[in-house]
């Protein structure tokens, strides 16, 4: 057999002259026009008829030769280098272990998250229950001071928000840093505490006494004073309670506003009665950002607590914008039963 004709699927030997037929290539469309000129393909695409692919050739040296570099063409187009597989190789490794250390490190910090927000709940609620607070702090009770002060003796009062979550321990450290990322149980934790300004007198006897307390995603701490942005929320809530060993307080809520970390809204250690009622005016101004009671009037002769929490107003984030809530100190009115291990409660 010709060498060539091996890899013609559509050769056929050479028939006797005797025969009475030839067989055709059934793919091949026969030419019977004379004298046809010669190309391998009609104007309409179809192939002419008498072409063979391998005419070009002379001889089988010539086909051999074709043969043997289309073969290594072919065989050197399929074989990628090994340097290149190599480095391929290596930088997707570098890119899939880069991705697990980042997702590992994600799903760490989440787990952190999650597990400091289980741990303020759980911590919260163990608090309450060894404090006697009730969720209603109108009804008769006793606060339970001395088993609070076995869990942090910096205690120095207990504040609720009806209508909210608000319902902590109030801390005083001696500086308004530590507990900023320690809760009450001096566990370190973001959410922190609820604290008094360590250049306030513990006992309230200031003229303004500031309160700080986070505010955090998920809407533990201070975070939701936020409510009382809302008109309407903040005119049918007139009252926060306010509680110590010493003496209980009823406060009225003078004013709400959103203002920035060093306003002239954050002042304490007011002493002149001039420099008092200029601040008080400050602070339930009809201009100020925010909404004002006109039904609670201060006077120089009122003290007054100042809620503090950070905002979120700007871009959703962190900024120097705050929320501040402005209360006037007014003592609880009823009737203290007498504990002198467990300290007073309200009656109604």
């Known amino acids: 057999m010709n060498q060539k004709n091996k890899y013609d699927p559509y050769y056929r030997e050479p028939m006797d002259s005797s025969d009475e037929q030839v067989p055709q290539n059934p793919y091949i ?3 019977t026009a004379p004298n046809s000129s010669f190309h391998p393909y009609s104007e309409n695409n179809e192939m002419k008829s008498g072409f063979d692919p391998y005419d070009d050739f002379d001889d089988d040296e010539d086909y051999d030769a074709f043969s043997s570099r289309f073969d290594e063409a072919y065989m050197e187009a399929e074989k ?3 340097e290149e597989k190599k480095k391929h190789r290596f930088f997707f ?3 899939f272990f880069a991705a697990l250390i980042v997702f590992l490190y994600s799903a760490f910090q989440l787990f952190k998250i999650l597990k400091a927000n289980w741990d303020e709940k759980r911590e919260k609620d163990r ?3 060894i404090g006697n607070i009730p969720e209603d702090p109108e009804a008769p009770f006793t606060i339970n ?3 609070l002060k076995k869990e942090n003796d910096q205690i120095k009062a207990w504040i609720i928000v009806p209508d909210t979550n608000i319902s902590y321990p109030i801390v005083q450290g001696t500086d308004n840093d530590y507990y900023l990322h320690h809760t009450f149980g001096k566990q370190e934790n973001y959410a922190g505490a609820v604290f008094i300004d360590y250049h306030n007198k513990p006992d309230f006897s200031d003229n303004n006494t500031l309160i700080y307390g986070h505010n955090v995603k998920h809407e533990t701490m201070f975070s939701q004073l936020e409510k009382f942005m809302d008109k309407q929320f903040f005119q049918d809530h007139k009252y926060v309670y306010l509680f110590t060993e010493q003496q209980n307080y009823k406060c009225e809520v003078v004013s709400f506003e959103s203002t920035y970390d060093r306003s002239p809204s954050y002042r304490y250690g007011i002493t002149d ?3 008092w009622q200029d601040y008080i005016d400050l602070v339930t101004s009809p201009d100020l950002n925010g909404h004002v009671r006109s039904d609670v009037k201060m006077g120089v002769s009122d003290r007054m607590v100042s809620l503090s929490t950070c ?8 900024s120097d914008r705050r929320y501040l809530m402005h209360l006037k100190l007014v003592p609880w009115i009823g009737q ?3 504990d002198n291990s467990q300290g007073p409660s309200t009656q109604n």
């Open 145 to 147: 001071w001395e088993a």
């Open 127 to 129: 608090i309450i229950e």
């Open 29 to 31: 469309q026969q030419n």
């Open 93 to 95: 490794w570098l890119i």
């Open 311 to 318: 905002s979120y107003e700007i871009n959703d984030s962190p």
């Open 336 to 338: 203290y039963q007498e």
């Open 80 to 82: 990628e280098p090994e």
């Open 273 to 275: 009665a001039k420099e």
